[in-house]
């Protein structure tokens, strides 16, 4: 039996891996391909293959009877959850903080301004030969919510700084201080959605999140408020949203849809107000070097026995 870790990219492609030669370690390549590398039971640390469905990073959890870790390269882990009891019992499930923040946290800003300032109009105007001059919305002045205020939300509200916004407010499970100011308990959403002139979802998927910008959410929102969500796509509640986009009451700018990919022929592409990006929040050229960096980080300490990064939970 070896002690096998499985990666998305090749060890040789990854500095600062621990030496197999002194800590015993067998690097094999697995990204989600039909053949496995090696035997799933000789796998001790299994690092998640990155972009791929539930179906495929499951699918060795099941005879992985010796892993101690789980490591994803994505913030969310509801990827992996289904097959977490498969799992024997100690078992650690790490996720990637630390490695999307900067990535998401550009694609928020890109989503917000190129729907305020109209660039999807811009675009299809071009494309006729039409110059669409007129007067539209800046970011500036306006007040924004962010629900979900984690390392991807705190990242947002980084990159909102120079944009001179009348107020940037924060939701999260509960309520704290932060350098930035005061983080609402999600028992506030109620009050904080109707001043919100941009909502920003960026909250981890779990059974409390799924389907909460809900009919009643979308209803607290105020007229010609933009909805942007970057979290995951059940967050939002697909039915409501097409049926307030279509009303023209508000707009929306979404990086996650609900279902995933949007399938072709979806009321969704073609509803009035919305821009969507195909979930491309955290794949960019920053992803690359910061998962390899983690992924070196967490096995020398895994080689060491050292306390791990970014656990969530234990089996």
């Known amino acids: 039996m070896t002690s ?15 030496d197999p030669a002194t800590t015993g ?12 590398p090696a035997d799933p039971a000789d796998c001790v640390f299994y690092v998640v293959p990155y972009l791929k469905p539930m179906e495929v990073a499951v699918r060795p959890l099941a005879r992985m009877s010796s892993v101690q870790v789980v490591q994803t390269l994505s913030a969310g882990i509801d990827h992996v959850e289904p097959g ?66 984690g390392s991807v939300g705190a990242a947002i509200e980084d990159r909102l700084a120079p944009f001179e916004c009348a107020r940037v407010a924060r939701i999260a499970r509960s ?19 109707p001043e919100a002139d941009v909502v920003i979802l960026s909250t981890p998927l779990t059974q409390a999140t799924r389907g909460l910008a809900g009919a009643d959410f979308l209803a607290r929102m105020k007229d010609g408020a933009l909805l942007v969500n970057v979290a995951r796509g059940p967050v939002v509640d697909t039915k409501a949203l097409l049926a307030e986009t279509a009303s023209g009451r508000i ?11 949007l399938p072709s022929g979806h009321p969704l592409w073609h509803a009035p107000g919305v821009l969507i990006s ?8 920053a992803f690359w070097p910061r998962a390899k960096r983690l992924l070196a980080a967490q096995l020398t300490r895994f080689a060491a026995a050292e306390p791990l990064s970014n656990v969530l939970l234990t089996t």
Not at 104 to 114: M, R, S
Not at 278 to 284: A, F, R
């Open 4 to 18: 096998d870790v499985w990666m998305p990219f090749a060890a040789d492609e990854t500095a600062g891996l621990p």
């Open 84 to 149: 977490l009891g498969a799992l024997r019992s100690g078992v650690r499930l790490c996720n990637a903080r630390g490695v999307h923040e900067a990535s998401t946290a550009e694609l928020t800003l890109a989503l917000i301004l190129a729907s305020l300032r109209g660039l999807p109009g811009f675009v299809h105007g071009q494309d006729r030969e039409e110059w669409r001059s007129g007067f539209y919305p800046a970011l500036a002045d306006k007040s924004v919510l962010i629900v979900g205020y």
């Open 251 to 261: 707009t929306a700018a979404l990086d996650v849809t609900d279902p995933e990919p």
């Open 278 to 285: 195909p979930h491309v929040g955290g794949s960019t050229s």
């Open 175 to 193: 309520e704290r201080n932060t350098a930035r100011g005061f983080v609402h308990a999600l028992a506030d959403l109620p009050s904080l959605l």
């Open 25 to 36: 370690l067998t690097y094999r390549f697995w990204d989600g391909g039909d053949e496995f």
